[in-house]
């Protein structure tokens, strides 16, 4: 880069422009672990929407790529590193204040998302999107892409709950869209254009988050399969009867890894775990319960274990949330996420299970079942150049079953740079330009996270290619 760091470096706070070789491979990867990820010249930790506002105007006075980055949970490759750019990281930005009269939140873009939970709990009240990264993504990495989670059957995705932002363009102009209002239809719907943008067409510097009453109970069921074809049949016959809270599938693979990991008893005979919550009120929760109770034992569950406990609950589904981490220990990983509409689910799987025989590779099936999304977890050899090409195959062959069975190639991870070069596939090249004309003119330059979502890229399996 030939652009003066230094320049940027005095119009910041002390010590917000990082350039130590040592730091900066630290801001290499996010947790898609991309191989073809580049080193940041520089790291730039804002504090506000004043500093992400010098960094823009002077990235495009100079022509410097931008990569914004929250946690770095990322799991499309959205905020890897960019070889020459610089990293623009909002983890410093982590206010939350929660207004209990009119239910909202406001919080910066490095919130941690169980953070912002837990501050809307202190009031009673509940912000519903639950990544299983709760623990460790940043609330304006959600919003960037969307995020989902384990409630967004019932509940919807963070685009549900973004009520207003502040979002800083390529230039260096800040808006304010929205704001603390349930009902607001002035102008075009720029807001909604923001979230899930993954910071192609600003970086979004505070958000406006809408709470709900906190739900009064919960039941949890979880059921064990000896077929996965069963369970995901179940899947499929509850929805068209009730709409649980959570629907969560795992399969064998995945329930082995969990259990190798944390000993929680899992029966590791079942070809499949169905988690299931309802959180509906008083007695009509008994009937909810007892209803999903009977479509999973007509779908031929060998065992069912229903508990209205809240702290026995939330650790049956701690094996849900433990399925990545437990898989990262069999090996490298390649994280797909895909959806489809509940009915093309059976199909779906089957046809990974088919993709896994035919690139002998291990594919791990871990899903929020109930609204389709599929995460489909391939695990290869570290180091295995040949097993790494095979699971890159198998990585495209998922995405583009989910296309031809009516789905997408991401439910809600985002497009990222992993996914980029598969996106006009479902799209269409219409809507490519399309998407590609609002880029333009909101960011003429291209500096903002370039490779993201409209890079056409290199299918190719060799990642050295």
């Known amino acids: 880069m030939t652009a003066p760091i230094g320049e940027l470096a005095d119009v910041l706070p002390g010590g917000s422009v990082l350039v130590d070789p040592d730091l900066l491979a630290t801001y290499r990867y996010d947790s898609a672990r991309d191989p073809r990820a580049g080193t940041p010249t520089a790291v730039v930790r804002a504090t506000c929407t004043s500093d992400v506002q010098q960094v823009l105007k002077w990235a495009s006075e100079h022509g410097v790529p931008v990569v914004p980055r929250g946690a770095g949970s990322s799991l499309s490759g959205g905020a890897s590193g960019i070889n020459g750019g610089v990293t623009l990281s909002l983890e410093r930005m982590r206010d939350i204040t929660v207004d209990p009269v009119n239910r909202v939140a406001v919080v910066g873009p490095g919130a941690i998302t169980a953070d912002v939970k837990s501050a809307a709990a202190e009031h009673g009240l509940w912000y519903p999107p639950d990544p299983s990264s709760v623990e460790m ?137 169905l988690m299931v919550r309802t959180d509906t009120p008083g007695e009509s929760a008994v009937e909810e319960i007892a209803l999903i109770h009977e479509v999973c034992g007509r779908h031929g569950a060998s065992e069912i274990y229903t508990s209205t406990d809240p702290d026995e609950g939330e650790a049956l589904l701690a094996a849900r949330r433990a399925a990545l981490p437990a898989l990262e220990t069999l090996g490298s990983l390649l994280i797909d996420d895909v959806g489809v509409p509940v009915p093309a689910l059976p199909s779906l799987v089957r046809r990974i299970q ?112």
């Open 137 to 273: 993504s940043s609330i304006g990495g959600n919003a960037a892409t969307n995020a989902g989670g384990l409630c967004c059957v019932k509940y919807g995705v963070t685009s549900d709950y973004v009520l207003g932002m502040e979002v800083v363009l390529a230039d260096g102009t800040a808006l304010r869209l929205g704001g603390p209002r349930l009902k607001d239809v002035a102008g075009l719907a720029l807001l909604k254009l923001f979230v899930g943008s993954e910071g192609t067409l600003g970086v979004i510097t505070e958000l406006t988050l809408r709470l709900l009453p906190r739900p009064a109970g919960a039941a949890t069921l979880v059921a064990s399969f000896s077929s996965l074809d069963a369970a995901v049949q179940a899947v499929v016959g509850l929805t068209a009867r009730v709409r649980p809270s959570m629907l969560e599938l795992m399969d064998r693979v995945s329930i082995n890894a969990v259990e190798d990991m944390t000993r929680m008893g899992l029966d590791r005979a079942a070809e499949a775990l």
């Open 354 to 465: 088919a993709t896994a025989a035919r690139h002998d590779v291990l594919i791990a099936v871990v899903a929020h079942a109930g609204d389709g999304n599929v995460h489909p977890v391939i695990v290869y050899p570290s180091g295995d150049c040949d097993a790494e090409a095979r699971a890159r195959r198998a990585f495209g062959d998922i995405m583009g079953a989910a296309i031809e069975l009516g789905g997408t190639i991401t439910g809600e991870h985002g497009v990222g740079r992993l996914k980029a070069p598969w996106l006009a596939d479902q799209v269409g090249r219409d809507v490519i330009t399309a998407t590609a004309r609002i880029k333009d003119a909101l960011d003429p330059c291209g500096i903002l996270n370039p490779g993201v979502i409209l890079e056409t890229g290199d299918r190719s399996p060799d990642p050295g290619s």
